[in-house]
């Protein structure tokens, strides 16, 4: 799996600049209210590709740098405002400059087992590049959403042959994917009821009315449409949540619309989705679950949708402690960054080295009192992380005790 290794921040808000370090597995974020977790999430969601709108508007000079399947690269983003040329509403009056528009410059470097193979920039409207010692610059017509495919656009625009498709799969297969930052409360469950997928008969194509939909409804297209009204799927997440709650199986169900009247060119639209949960002699509809039972379905849902990196803000609001093993249990072997203010979550972290703790922890700060950034965002230091790992070998103290008797939590 794709991880996120690295994170540099040389100006983002009134965050003070600094560069952070991850663990290949569970990292958690760690500090009092308004110190950023929430923001730092929000950050790590947009630079992975998958935009916080909150950020949007936001000005940004950040790297993060990915240990990939097939390439390791590290990619800079920088977001500035640009002056542009207003006409004036009167006759006689001078033009004037505004800022406006925010122009964001990608650059990347890709890397094979130590050697950079190649090197690229996307601009609004132009993509320079170079590999095998050839640069190239190709011009856009249109602004993609994607750096990487703007990236992608350009090679395929540039002589094709195995060295360029090689690459290109490299460069996809190294890609995090990651559904975002799931909220502290229910939004990403109230996005995903309000569904709607429409789907053309013959060629099996979909339009989804949101993004970053839990891999396993990709999959439950590939059949044929049943007939009908309404139709029934066993989805995989939805499945293991429901042995999680106590329930022996579940089903997504849709109401069916059928748009073209054409057997071969069927239209068919699925909306109004309802989750049920089953057991001898009960059948409870989603809307029916209590909040830590929604909380727990929401995160399977988007755990689902993220294929190698999962973000949660306060994950454990609202589980049962068994709960909270079973999520960690559903994140496997895919990267997570978690914030939590229960001290549950990280009496669960476990730890083979002081490098590990280093690694694993991000210490949220605000600086009260002084002038400059205001927040401040660390991993332990050495210091911490070996007196920290000291006493957890004890086995003594709670992982939670253990940090509040540090002063790192």
């Given at each position: 799996?794709?991880?996120?290794?690295?994170?540099?921040?040389?100006?983002?808000?009134?965050?003070?600049?600094?560069?952070?370090?991850?663990?290949?597995?569970?990292?958690?974020?760690?500090?009092?209210?308004?110190?950023?977790?929430?923001?730092?999430?929000?950050?790590?969601?947009?630079?992975?590709?998958?935009?916080?709108?909150?950020?949007?508007?936001?000005?940004?000079?950040?790297?993060?740098?990915?240990?990939?399947?097939?390439?390791?690269?590290?990619?800079?983003?920088?977001?500035?405002?640009?002056?542009?040329?207003?006409?004036?509403?009167?006759?006689?009056?001078?033009?004037?400059?505004?800022?406006?528009?925010?122009?964001?410059?990608?650059?990347?470097?890709?890397?094979?087992?130590?050697?950079?193979?190649?090197?690229a920039k996307v601009l609004p409207n132009k993509v320079t590049f170079e590999r095998a010692g050839q640069q190239s610059s190709v011009e856009l017509r249109f602004m993609l959403r994607s750096p990487?495919?703007?990236?992608?656009?350009?090679?395929?625009?540039?002589?094709?042959?195995?060295?360029?498709?090689?690459?290109?799969?490299?460069?996809?297969?190294?890609?995090?994917?990651?559904?975002?930052?799931?909220?502290?409360?229910?939004?990403?469950?109230?996005?995903?009821?309000?569904?709607?997928?429409?789907?053309?008969?013959?060629?099996?194509?979909?339009?989804?009315?949101?993004?970053?939909?839990?891999?396993?409804?990709?999959?439950?297209?590939?059949?044929?449409?049943?007939?009908?009204?309404?139709?029934?799927?066993?989805?995989?997440?939805?499945?293991?949540?429901?042995?999680?709650?106590?329930?022996?199986?579940?089903?997504?169900?849709?109401?069916?619309?059928?748009?073209?009247?054409?057997?071969?060119?069927?239209?068919?639209?699925?909306?109004?989705?309802?989750?049920?949960?089953?057991?001898?002699?009960?059948?409870?509809?989603?809307?029916?679950?209590?909040?830590?039972?929604?909380?727990?379905?929401?995160?399977?849902?988007?755990?689902?949708?993220?294929?190698?990196?999962?973000?949660?803000?306060?994950?454990?609001?609202?589980?049962?402690?068994?709960?909270?093993?079973?999520?960690?249990?559903?994140?496997?072997?895919?990267?997570?960054?978690?914030?939590?203010?229960?001290?549950?979550?990280?009496?669960?972290?476990?730890?083979?080295?002081?490098?590990?703790?280093?690694?694993?922890?991000?210490?949220?700060?605000?600086?009260?009192?002084?002038?400059?950034?205001?927040?401040?965002?660390?991993?332990?230091?050495?210091?911490?992380?070996?007196?920290?790992?000291?006493?957890?070998?004890?086995?003594?103290?709670?992982?939670?005790?253990?940090?509040?008797?540090?002063?790192?939590?």
């Amino acid at each position: 799996m794709n991880k996120l290794t690295k994170l540099s921040i040389k100006k983002f808000r009134n965050v003070a600049p600094t560069t952070l370090e991850f663990r290949p597995g569970l990292n958690v974020l760690l500090g009092k209210n308004a110190a950023g977790k929430t923001t730092l999430l929000r950050l790590l969601s947009t630079v992975v590709g998958t935009p916080d709108k909150a950020l949007r508007d936001d000005l940004l000079d950040v790297s993060y740098r990915v240990s990939g399947t097939s390439l390791d690269f590290e990619h800079t983003i920088t977001r500035t405002r640009v002056d542009e040329l207003v006409l004036p509403t009167e006759p006689g009056r001078p033009m004037r400059a505004e800022f406006s528009n925010l122009q964001q410059t990608d650059s990347f470097v890709f890397e094979k087992d130590g050697l950079v193979v190649a090197k690229a920039k996307v601009l609004p409207n132009k993509v320079t590049f170079e590999r095998a010692g050839q640069q190239s610059s190709v011009e856009l017509r249109f602004m993609l959403r994607s750096p990487f495919a703007s990236f992608f656009l350009a090679l395929l625009s540039t002589k094709q042959d195995s060295a360029t498709h090689e690459l290109m799969e490299e460069i996809n297969s190294s890609r995090i994917g990651s559904a975002g930052r799931m909220d502290e409360s229910l939004d990403r469950l109230d996005a995903l009821i309000d569904l709607e997928v429409t789907r053309e008969g013959s060629s099996k194509s979909s339009t989804w009315n949101i993004e970053n939909v839990p891999r396993s409804m990709y999959e439950m297209l590939s059949d044929s449409m049943p007939e009908g009204t309404s139709a029934t799927f066993s989805l995989e997440f939805l499945e293991r949540a429901a042995r999680v709650l106590g329930y022996e199986s579940a089903s997504a169900r849709f109401d069916v619309e059928r748009l073209s009247p054409e057997p071969s060119q069927q239209i068919v639209r699925l909306s109004n989705l309802r989750f049920f949960f089953k057991r001898p002699g009960e059948e409870v509809s989603h809307d029916l679950l209590s909040y830590g039972q929604k909380r727990l379905l929401s995160f399977f849902a988007h755990a689902d949708a993220s294929q190698d990196m999962i973000v949660a803000d306060e994950l454990v609001n609202g589980l049962h402690h068994e709960w909270i093993s079973a999520c960690l249990n559903e994140i496997g072997d895919r990267q997570a960054f978690l914030t939590s203010q229960n001290p549950l979550l990280l009496d669960f972290l476990r730890f083979d080295s002081a490098e590990e703790v280093r690694r694993t922890f991000i210490l949220c700060e605000r600086a009260s009192g002084k002038p400059g950034p205001q927040l401040i965002w660390r991993n332990p230091t050495e210091e911490e992380a070996e007196s920290f790992f000291s006493a957890y070998q004890t086995g003594i103290q709670r992982v939670s005790d253990i940090l509040l008797t540090k002063g790192l939590w």
